[in-house]
Nanobody
Framework: VQLQASGGGLVQAGGSLRLSCAVSGRIFSFYNMAWFRQAPGEEREFVASIFWSGDSTNYADSVKGRFTISRDTAKNTVYLEMNSLKPEDTAVFYC?????????????????WGQGTLVTVSS
C-alpha cells in the first residue's frame, strides 16, 4: 500500500482546507484509514480515522465538530475536511493505514504512511 498526501498550505485562522490522501495498492474494507499530525517539537498525534468500508469514524477531541474525515472508494482517496482552523492546528499532517480489523489511536498501530503535507494557520 502506498499513500500520497496533498492539500496542505497557508490559511488564516477561521479558514478551511481539504487534505487528500491518494491510496494505491490492494485495500480491504476492514482497513482503517487515519490522519495524524505532528507540530514542531511535538509527538505525532491522532486526528481522525475511518474504516475503508465507511462504517465508523473516530476523532480526536481537539478536532470534533471542525474536521470531517471521509473516503471515496471510486477514487481510492481519503479526505480530511478542516474548518474553523486555529493556529494550534499548524502541523505536518500524515495519512496512514492500519491493516488489521480494529481501529487504533497510536502511530505505532499503523502500518503504512504517506509523506506528510504541511498545514500552517496564521493568527
Amino acid at each position: 500500500v502506498q499513500l500520497q498526501a496533498s492539500g496542505g498550505g497557508l490559511v488564516q485562522a477561521g479558514g478551511s482546507l481539504r487534505l487528500s490522501c491518494a491510496v494505491s495498492g490492494r485495500i480491504f474494507s476492514f482497513y482503517n484509514m487515519a490522519w495524524f499530525r505532528q507540530a514542531p517539537g511535538e509527538e505525532r498525534e491522532f486526528v481522525a480515522s475511518i474504516f475503508w468500508s465507511g462504517d465508523s469514524t473516530n476523532y480526536a477531541d481537539s478536532v470534533k465538530g471542525r474536521f470531517t474525515i471521509s473516503r471515496d472508494t471510486a477514487k481510492n482517496t481519503v479526505y480530511l475536511e478542516m474548518n474553523s482552523l486555529k493556529p494550534e492546528d499548524t502541523a505536518v499532517f500524515y495519512c496512514a493505514v492500519r491493516t488489521v480489523r480494529y481501529g487504533g489511536l497510536r502511530s505505532s498501530d499503523y502500518d503504512y504512511w504517506g509523506q506528510g503535507t504541511l498545514v500552517t494557520v496564521s493568527s
